[in-house]
């Protein structure tokens, strides 16, 4: 996905960018401007400078935020953890939680691909030499055996389908050992992110006035204090207020991109 802010007048509060926990890794690229780390809980004053000119996020429990101190332009490839555990041998519960240089995570090939995007002409170009790079070796690494995932909760069935059938051990603790291995936290964990995503299209496919109890129930929450507690957990929200940020608040763009 893009950012690109160039053109448009905004206030701090607007630069910046807010993303809920994810079972996802991320390599982020800025063309333009730059992208400052800022605690879920501080304001932009407080930003740190991002730890390298290509950054790689793994998968995050927790809701976190940058800011753009100025007009940028700026792309994330986002990337299931097990694909790049069959890309690269990622061991994804490593970087849990953790934003660091590309050049810690990636292999050589890689950081050359990070080099010529950020050298590209525009973003189609870009996403051209992304796909170009990524398809034969994904061709090559991937799995026997893969679920098409349209949503959080297909992709974690594919991963425990995959691991439970897999020839290296198939009792219940290596089950779990290789599920934390591929994805960097356990299934519960994988579980939880996929009833908040559906929560999160329900609600946003609901009326002016969602009902946010049966909202809960659909979900698979215990009740509607469940469904509370685990979207401020993993926004930093509650639902009505999230729900209300997303529609007003420009800092949560990509919450819209991915609705």
């Known amino acids: 996905m893009t950012r690109d802010t160039r053109s448009l007048e905004l206030s701090d509060e607007q630069r910046l960018n807010r993303f ?6 991320s390599l982020s690229w800025w063309f333009h ?10 304001p932009p004053a407080a930003s740190r400078p991002m730890p390298g000119r290509f950054v790689f996020g793994g998968p995050h429990r927790v809701p976190t935020q940058s ?23 990622l061991d994804a519960e490593r970087w849990v939680n953790r934003i660091v240089d590309a ?17 590209a002409p525009d973003d189609e170009a870009r996403v051209r030499l992304i796909e170009d790079f990524l398809d034969p070796r994904w061709q090559a690494a991937r ?22 059938t897999s020839s290296a051990g198939r009792s ?18 994988l579980r939880g992110m996929a009833r908040a995503e559906k ?35 993993l926004t930093g929200f509650a639902p009505v207020e999230l729900r ?11 919450y819209r991109l991915w609705g």
């Open 199 to 233: 929560a999160f299209f329900d609600a946003l496919a609901a009326a002016p006035d969602p009902d946010w109890a049966g909202i809960a129930v659909e979900g698979g929450y215990a009740d509607q204090s469940h469904l509370c507690r685990e979207t401020r957990r």
């Open 143 to 164: 799995p026997a055996q893969v679920m098409t995932a349209h949503r959080y909760s297909d992709w974690a069935q594919g991963l425990a389908l995959r691991a439970a």
């Open 20 to 25: 809920p926990a994810s079972p996802l890794c």
């Open 103 to 119: 050049a810690e995570v990636l292999p050589p090939e890689w950081l050359a691909l990070c080099e010529a995007v950020q050298c």
């Open 33 to 42: 401007g730059e992208s400052r780390m800022v605690g879920f809980d501080e």
């Open 67 to 89: 800011w753009c101190p100025g007009p940028a332009h700026a792309m994330m490839l986002v990337l299931l953890p097990d694909a790049l555990h069959h890309l690269i041998g």
């Open 244 to 254: 209300r940020r997303i529609a007003e608040d420009e800092s949560f763009w990509a």
């Open 172 to 189: 219940l603790r290596q089950v779990e050992r290789r599920i934390k291995q591929w994805a960097g936290q356990p299934m519960r964990e």
